[in-house]
């Protein structure tokens, strides 16, 4: 077998090693959307998606979680406009400001050893910092602790979205006798479309999680009230849901889980769509 047949075999396995990888993870998704859907579907009514629990809703009885989708969304808005609020000014800092050495490969590594810790950690640690300071469980804590969640998330999505800007750019906007500041809004302009799409999939990740908000932003089946009291979440509604021994309690987890689901499908075409079509005004 000479060199050029030797190239064609190994074109064409690992040509077809995507391709069965592309089909496993299409199956995976197909199958796990199939069987929330298949299982979901039947309890899945208007009373659930507008009232709150009523007395007797982990029995089987009526009402909703209504309390559940509001709460996720006030925890995932507020934790994504404080995870952006830190992620921001760091990245264009590290862009504009620092230059190329220990300090930037130091924050870069710690945002990645965030990036990979559990978010049961980031709950026991709010935890500990709530018992420290005298708080209570709340939708304040629940945000705080959620901020750090996805904080690294946001942060490094950035920074190699606006890694990818053309060195041309900076060269060309620095002759012209242009500020490091003034460097920042023409850095800025170039990374909204990636600045939008990793603030929805923050916030897909933040209304997602579970773990961190089990300890700190405990859970309610009353409506939002305010920054200092518990608040529901859809991920804990689905899990003590399921941890009951009814079927139409354990149907209506399934439901809950088909919202959430539903929620973090159009958050991801969103933030595909933002990228496309405010790509299309960005220099390359």
Known sequence: MNHKQRRKIEAFFFTWLMRLSLISAALVL?????????RGIGALSWEMVSQTPRGAFYLGGGGGILNAIVGSLYLATGATALAFC??????????????????????????????????????????ALMISLGLRASLLAGIITLALVILPI????????????PTA????????????????GVLLRQSIPGLATAVLLAFGRGIGDAASVLFTAGYTDSMPESLLRPVASLPLAVF???????????????????????????????AHLSMSR??????R
């Not at 946001?154 to 800007?165: C, G, N, P, Q």
């Open 30 to 38: 197909g199958l796990i959307l199939f069987v929330i859907f298949w």
């Open 154 to 165: 946001l942060a490094r999505t950035l920074d190699e979205v606006v890694s990818m800007t």
């Open 278 to 283: 405010l790509g299309r005004h960005t220099v």
């Open 86 to 127: 830190l992620a921001v000014p760091l990245v264009f800092y590290l862009h504009t400001y620092a230059g190329e050495g220990r300090f930037r490969r130091t924050v870069r590594l710690s945002l990645d050893i965030l990036w990979g810790m559990p978010s049961i950690v980031y709950g026991a640690f709010g935890f």
């Open 240 to 270: 003590f849901m399921l941890g009951t021994p009814f079927p139409a309690v354990q149907a209506r987890a399934y439901a809950a889980a088909l919202i959430l689901t539903v929620l973090i499908l159009g958050i991801s075409l969103l």
């Open 169 to 184: 750019l900076r060269e060309v906007t620095l002759s012209l006798g242009a500020t490091r500041f003034e460097w920042m």
